[in-house]
């Protein structure tokens, strides 16, 4: 049996109602077979990641899609700033990782007159330290991951947990908050900060791996320095930390920590001290995933002007031009006459330990550099 309208004049009209109401939904909401190329990669930037080895290809993805500049699709589409980041990613980089009293401030303006290329007009735009305010950036971001990372299994969790963000933007402000922060007017290419809080404390030393991982990410070509005293002793008898035994005591671990840095743990521990004091510094280890450029460098080195000091110059950071002239004058130790009486035993040759003579050695073996 055959169903046919009792009006076909009805019929065909709510036929034609039907037919026009599709091609006005496909034209207002196309499917996302119709969906720009870079559109449907940043939905799918924010929905496909579900563990850090795809974050982590994200922070360099993002960096690809960021650079390209897409226009927007649309009035409602988010278009990417064009801040400082853009203008300095392919840039270098400095971080000089350092500690109180090792003439870290002397680095600040060594660096200042490398001309590396792309700034022979500048030199390089450093930085003095900012209280660790890239330590908390890196706090930032690990906060920002962990949301981003954080199972939502339904409809509750993901409300609680609601996304509003496009992941490459967020990461491309924070990019661009550091470049206003360390070369706001991009006129140089190359930039960079010292700061003596990396690795330092307890706090320090947990974060050095990661503060190491986002700071490699903020230019194409990061390099890290790491800059103490030859000799610690010259650090812990410093205007900066002298007779400051909590200090002292943090910067010998800060040492420690550095050449963990540099060089990795070392060898099985002997006993359980030393397997203590190496699960310690293994939170210390330059990230592995990531093939960081490092030196070592002492303050003594630039004095000297050493092998190991234009290695740095010439190798290292690629500096065009000479180096400047060293004019930082390293105070001498006392050769004092013995003025008689109570000598040190052993060694005529010592003045007295008198309040006037403690004062004395003081000032002469303070280098008074940060």
Known sequence: MTFLPNNPGVFIYTLLVVALSVVV???????SSSTPDFLSSRKQLDTEITNEDDLDQLLD?????ALASPQPASVNEIKPQQGNWHNQFNSTCIFIYSSPGSGSSTMVKLLEQCHVPGSEATGCTMSGENWGALQHLTEFQQSFQRTHLQPRPDEHADAAWRRVYHYPEVIEAERDLVASLLNPHGESNCWGIKEIRFG?????????????QFLSSLCANPKFIVHTRRDIQKELNSSIIGGRRREQTITQKQHQCFDTFMEGTK??????????QQEGQKQCLAPKDRNIQRFRHHLEDYVERNENFYKLWNDFLGCQNPPPEQTLKMKSKSHAKPTGGNNVKGNSNKPMKTQQGRMMMMTMKANGSH
């Open 200 to 212: 330092r404390g307890d706090k320090g030393m947990e974060s050095l791996t990661a503060d190491t």
């Open 267 to 276: 060898g099985a521990p002997r006993s359980q001290q030393q397997r203590q």
């Open 61 to 65: 993805d993002d960096v690809k899609i």
């Open 25 to 31: 939904y496909t034209v207002v909401f196309p499917d």
